[in-house]
């Protein structure tokens, strides 16, 4: 690992490629730009569901280094998205990333979600769920299930 040399910054990417290596360990992929890209899409198409406050409470768990991937690009108004279903929020991150990649929206979101719980925590993540609407609710707590299996 490069050193910064500054030590707060060299923990925080230190603990960014621990995150994207347990999302590169539940999609099974090898390529790490792919679980990059994956991960920002997927926190930015989260972030722009959720309720604004919640969006901040969720940041202030993730490295620094995350949290600027997450907020990049940021625009809070007219958020949340009116995204209502799974199979919308899937899509909406399937095109994000490129379905010219083959890739699933949903599988990308099962991995993230399921890292989310385990790095974040039950009580934010479940905070997050409540604001979903009732199908994507689901999605929470299938993630929290399996987070829980390791």
């Known amino acids: 690992m490069s050193s910064t040399k500054v030590s ?25 730009e792919r679980v990059y890209a994956a991960t920002k899409v997927t926190l930015q198409t989260l972030r722009d569901r959720m309720i604004v406050d919640e969006t901040f409470e969720l940041a202030a768990q993730m490295p620094l280094l995350l949290k600027g991937i997450f907020f990049d690009g940021y625009d809070p108004s007219g958020k949340p998205l009116t995204i209502r279903s799974r199979e919308e929020l ?4 399937q095109d994000r990333f490129d379905k010219a990649e083959g890739l699933s929206g949903e599988v990308i979101t099962r991995a993230v979600l399921k890292v989310l719980y385990r ?7 479940d905070d997050i769920k409540d604001s ?10 299938a993630a929290k299930k399996s987070s829980k299996s390791i």
């Open 119 to 125: 790095r974040v925590g039950e009580g934010e993540m």
């Open 90 to 93: 899937f899509n909406e991150i």
């Open 8 to 32: 707060s910054l060299d923990r925080s990417i230190q603990s960014s490629i621990e995150w994207l290596n347990d999302i590169k360990e539940e999609l099974k992929w090898k390529d790490d």
């Open 132 to 141: 979903m609407p009732a199908d994507i609710q689901g999605l929470f707590i």
